[in-house]
């Protein structure tokens, strides 16, 4: 079910206003794009590769910048990748949480988030193991705890169980589940997904085709709507 927000009560996680967005040869990714995620909870976005989704993403971590349009947030965003392996730089699991603190925190206050982090994501002691040791999905739920250690509180997820088994694949999504539905500090997320099946589990779901977002609706009515659509690499 969507998530039952009074809209007019709070400031949203997320605004995106009249977004456009044009590549270097002209091709247009976004149109006049708009997005209202009025509250915590897991929302999704499912479209056909081209559509614009994975460029609304990076658009809103602030990779890239827009042609027009504005972008509020209310929460720090991290983007968490299809394939974890072009996030994860550090040979360790509790030296690559670091790189998205602050530099001058307190030892005392790093050793706290990193073990804080891995504790939320089912990863609790592995600070010093050798991330290639770790599973597909161990290395998703890891790029994962990099956000949290970062304290960002709008996850941006791109199509994040494209490259997993089928177990990981509802590990993850059970997890990001549990994150934007705990007593305090619920995350908000916003998940890319060509896996249909996917939308069972959301607050919220919209279609977003030629650069532009529908409304939102709830996950099994959007499935009930539309044909599966092609798995394939994120697109820009």
């Known amino acids: ?59 809103i971590a602030g990779l890239i910048s827009p042609r027009s349009g504005h972008i509020r947030t209310t929460a720090k965003p991290a983007l968490v990748f299809q394939n974890p392996d072009h996030q994860l730089l550090l040979p360790s699991v509790g030296s690559d949480l670091q790189l998205g603190m602050p530099a001058d925190l307190p030892a005392g206050e790093v050793r706290g988030r990193v073990a ?78 060509h896996r249909l099946e996917e939308l069972e589990g959301c607050d919220g779901a919209a279609r977003m085709e030629g650069g532009r977002i529908g409304p939102w609706q709830s996950g099994s009515q959007l499935r009930r709507s539309l044909n599966p659509l092609p798995a394939g690499r994120a697109e820009r």
């Open 116 to 193: 804080r982090a891995l504790e939320q994501v089912g990863l609790a002691g592995l600070e010093r193991r050798p991330i290639h040791t770790l599973s597909g999905g161990q290395k998703q739920r890891l790029a994962i705890a990099g956000a949290l250690a970062g304290e960002a509180g709008l996850l941006l997820l791109d199509e994040p169980t494209a490259l997993l088994d089928p177990d990981s694949q509802r590990d993850v999504l059970a997890l990001i589940g549990r994150l934007c539905h705990r007593r305090e500090n619920p995350l908000t997320a916003l998940w890319i997904t």
């Open 1 to 59: 079910m969507i998530a039952a927000v009074p809209l007019a009560a709070v400031e949203p996680p997320l605004l995106v206003e009249d977004l456009s967005f044009a590549w270097a040869d002209g091709r247009l990714a976004l149109d006049g794009c708009g997005l209202r995620v009025p509250g915590p909870g897991l929302w999704m976005l499912v479209g056909s590769n081209g559509s614009g989704k994975s460029t609304l993403l990076r658009l």
